[in-house]
């Protein structure tokens, strides 16, 4: 979804009605932060309710403390704007003179109370530019926690698959010790009946204890993917988690013509990505700032407004101030400005043929993990599920010995695992896409 605040005309530093839905994103986040999503009360919990990709975005931006971080930051620089788009302050004063000579006030009495206001008018144009550069600095934070947010969301839904991978992978390790296990019992019995050599049984038992180390290392990795998955959520660790989504056997991937091609993609990157949309605003508050800097040279209005509190006579005073031996200060901070303003738009030439390099690269990710868990079914898995229903029933008919079975065993376990590690690279390939296309969930304003 692309993120844009409301455009507001540069020629004007007042905050326009545009920024409610900026601010009404701010609000939105702020309240995500602060009371977390309702409806995930049993996530949180650890409850029986199974959670979603989706949910665990939405815990992770309620209670991620980079997202606190983020809208602190924005909110500051919004009341840097603020500040700074509102009209100059007014001062008033007042004086208490008392003198000998003849007109130590302003009406010429040597006793006299004088109230004055006074204020400067921008005609140089220098808080013009500071509020408009004000503005694109604001634009800037916003993109920014965008970006953030775009970068939690991968590393939340990697940590998502990873969890599911692991889980799945719990389950092979816990199949195959079954099937090693009714291999062993079958081996054994057969000893007994003279058909088969006490080796047989050796060869088995030994890949019962293979298939038990093998459940271990699976399950050890489980709780490995649930702590970093609940890290990143802002859970305990120990936290148990239902998850909605399941990879296993069933699940194939989709045909690589789905997938956009890579100009397409790039269009939506130059859209949708919150970096190059900071970027960009990068540039623009560079390039106010030049102007503030060359506007320092043009004089300012003063003006000034006496009364007496004594007397009823009034003056007003009119004055403009500008520099005149500046010894080239105004000058030097001209040529940082401008140099700061190249510099900005040559970091957004630098992240453009970034993320285009990243569009192109994920979607030949994407492209690979398709093609990779397609041929690892069709040309691996199930040809090894079929192998070993064949040395099962060579062995149980007493044609062929144990060791068909142990290695159809031990090839059927190892495509099991590659195949749901061809599904895990297929999964982040799909969020490492979307995060360079800057396709996110997380609610925020359209253009």
Not at 49 to 57: G, I, L, N, Q, R
Not at 293 to 305: C, G, I, K
Not at 364 to 391: F, G, N
Request: aromatic share 4%.
């Amino acid at each position: 979804m692309p993120m844009d605040p409301h455009h507001v005309a540069h020629r004007t530093n007042r905050p326009a009605a545009g920024t409610l839905k900026l601010n009404i994103c701010l609000l939105t986040l702020a309240l995500l932060a602060q009371t977390g999503i309702a409806e995930s009360h049993d996530l949180q919990s650890g409850g029986p309710s199974p959670m979603t990709a989706e949910d665990a975005v939405k815990l992770a931006i309620s209670h991620n403390p980079q997202i606190a971080a983020g809208l602190a930051g924005l909110a500051a620089s919004r009341s840097t704007y603020l500040a700074l788009g509102v009209p100059v302050p007014l001062t008033i004063g007042a004086s208490q003179v008392q003198g000998t000579s003849n007109a130590p006030s302003l009406t010429g009495d040597t006793i006299d109370t004088i109230v004055n206001l006074g204020g400067s008018l921008d005609t140089s144009g220098q808080r013009r530019y500071q509020a408009a550069g004000a503005r694109a600095a604001y634009k800037v934070a916003f993109y920014e926690l965008g970006e953030t947010l775009l970068s939690l969301e991968q590393q939340v839904r990697d940590a998502y698959w990873s969890l599911a991978a692991s889980e799945a992978q719990a389950k092979i390790a816990d199949q195959s010790l079954l099937e090693t296990q009714k291999v062993y019992d079958l081996t054994v019995a057969q000893e007994k009946a003279g058909t088969s050599p006490k080796a047989d049984v050796v060869r088995s038992s030994i890949d019962v204890a293979n298939a038990r180390q093998a459940r271990l290392t699976a399950q050890n990795a489980h709780q490995a993917a649930q702590f970093a998955f609940n890290t990143l959520l802002a859970r305990r660790p120990e936290d148990s988690v239902t998850l909605a989504d399941v990879l296993g056997e069933t699940l194939v991937a989709p045909s690589t013509s789905s997938i956009p091609r890579v100009e397409e993609l790039a269009a939506r990157a130059r859209q949708d990505r919150p970096l190059l949309r900071a970027a960009t605003e990068q540039v623009h508050a560079a390039n106010y700032s030049v102007r503030q800097a060359e506007a320092s040279r043009l004089p300012d209005l003063n003006v000034l407004y006496e009364r007496s509190v004594r007397q009823q006579v009034d003056a007003w005073t009119f004055s403009i101030s500008l520099p005149l031996f500046e010894f080239g200060s105004i000058s030097h901070t001209i040529n940082s400005a401008k140099h700061a303003r190249t510099q900005a738009a040559a970091q957004e030439r630098q992240n453009e043929a970034m993320v285009m390099q990243q569009v192109s690269q994920a979607r030949a990710d994407l492209a690979t993990a398709a093609k990779a868990v397609q041929s690892y079914r069709a040309e691996i898995l199930e040809p090894s599920v079929k192998l070993l229903d064949m040395a099962k029933v060579g062995y149980e008919q007493g044609a062929t010995g144990i060791l068909p079975v142990l290695d159809a065993e031990s090839t059927v376990r190892n495509a099991r695992t590659g195949y749901i590690n061809a599904l895990l690279s297929f999964r982040k390939a799909e969020d490492e896409l979307n995060a360079a296309i800057g396709k996110t969930t997380t609610p925020m304003p359209k253009k």
